[in-house]
């Protein structure tokens, strides 16, 4: 299994970034997808995650109503769509896959991609 993630970059504050997430040795259908981050010294959070068996998605409070997580099931790639972003936003992104129970848990994970760094800054 491989999860290739792609899409960082430097962005200003109030921008947009799009990342995807590739993945082979799995389908999104039946496995959960979440996009987690990390900066150095802090513990890799999770920010959003979609269900592989209906699709319904979940967010965390400091990206609710700015990140969307959607799914392309056909070219199985799962996308992280990021607006009006904050220079906390700054992070290594992560997506992972797995079957949590807690959607946002990183522990409950068992696949993971390299990062894509996320740079928010003027």
């Known amino acids: 299994v491989q999860l290739q993630a792609s899409g960082g970059g430097l962005v200003q504050p109030g921008g947009s970034l799009r990342l995807s997430c590739a993945a082979s040795?799995?389908?999104?259908?039946?496995?959960?997808t979440g996009w987690f981050r990390q900066v150095p010294g802090k513990e890799r959070e999770g920010v959003a995650s979609?269900?592989?068996?209906?699709?319904?998605?979940f967010y965390s409070n400091s990206v609710k109503g700015r990140f969307t997580i959607s799914r392309d099931i056909a070219n199985n790639t799962v996308s992280l769509q990021m607006n009006n972003l904050k220079p906390e936003d700054t992070a290594v992104y992560y997506c992972?896959?797995?079957?949590?129970?807690?959607?946002?848990?990183?522990?409950?994970?068992?696949?993971w991609g390299q990062g894509t760094l996320v740079t928010v800054s003027s």
């Open positions: 979609i269900k592989g068996f209906d699709g319904s998605s």
């Open positions: 040795g799995l389908t999104f259908d039946y496995y959960a």
């Open positions: 992972a896959a797995g079957h949590p129970t807690i959607p946002l848990l990183r522990y409950e994970y068992d696949y």
